[in-house]
């Protein structure tokens, strides 16, 4: 991975590396995920209403996963090929399971998510999620709970965010609407659901 070039403007706990692969693998993997991944549009209840999420989902895991996030909305799908190659990558440069990973499609500028945390008590007190963007560049805001203060960073397509450390803990991030986007963007989320990690993550595998 090259260096992260965009560290200085985050907030510690955040990395951004913006080409961990080349821009036509991250599309011809995009087109691939639209077609082959098993997209679900689940619905929430807000103040008793019952509302679809603002994306399309998927839910991949080893079989024993169970996580509290997913668990009533979506299937637990396989890992196809492509993404089980991307997790052996990821999990012999840092040392973590990875043995779920939650895919968003964002299916242009209107579909968003909202403030929140990755903060499930069976992904442990300082979980490392390796972000992987695809697609359309979108924004991606992350706010500090105490002083409310606020970063941005363009997730470009090939990019990877690595949150880590007390990033769940001390802040939120959302991906904002942003009405001129036509086009689609998946976000690939890998996560350690229920075991404790084999190894911190550590800057030195930067
Ligand atoms: O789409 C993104 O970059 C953010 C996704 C996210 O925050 C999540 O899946 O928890
Ligand atoms: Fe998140």
């Given at each position: ?6 560290e ?8 951004y ?12 993997l ?9 997209w679900q ?7 008793g209403?019952h ?8 839910f991949i ?6 996580y ?11 890992w196809?090929e ?7 990558r990821?999990r012999?440069t840092?040392?973590?399971q990875f043995?779920?990973l939650?895919a968003?499609?964002?299916r242009?500028?209107?579909?968003k ?8 008590a069976e ?5 490392c ?7 359309a ?6 706010k500090?709970k105490a ?28 991906l904002?609407?942003q009405?001129?986007v036509?086009s689609?963007?998946i ?6 659901v229920?075991q ?7 800057s030195?595998?930067?």
């Amino acid at each position: 991975m090259t260096s992260s070039q965009s560290e200085q403007l985050l907030p510690p706990g955040f990395d951004y590396y913006p080409k961990v692969m080349s821009l036509s693998k991250s599309i011809l993997l995009y087109d691939y995920l639209c077609r082959q991944l098993n997209w679900q549009q689940p619905s929430i209840q807000v103040y008793g209403k019952h509302h679809l999420i603002p994306r399309m989902q998927c839910f991949i895991a080893d079989r024993d996963v169970s996580y509290s996030y997913s668990k009533q909305m979506l299937d637990n799908t396989p890992w196809p090929e492509p993404l089980l190659a991307m997790r052996q990558r990821l999990r012999q440069t840092y040392g973590y399971q990875f043995n779920a990973l939650l895919a968003n499609w964002y299916r242009n500028g209107q579909d968003k998510m909202g403030w929140h945390s990755d903060d499930e008590a069976e992904l442990g007190t300082e979980p490392c999620i390796v972000s992987i963007s695809l697609g359309a560049t979108r924004k991606f805001k992350i706010k500090h709970k105490a002083t409310q203060q606020q970063y941005e960073i363009m997730l470009q397509s090939g990019s990877c965010l690595i949150m880590h450390g007390d990033s769940q803990r001390d802040y939120q991030h959302s991906l904002p609407v942003q009405a001129k986007v036509s086009s689609g963007r998946i976000n690939l989320t890998f996560r350690t659901v229920g075991q404790q990690s084999t190894k911190a993550y550590s800057s030195a595998h930067k």
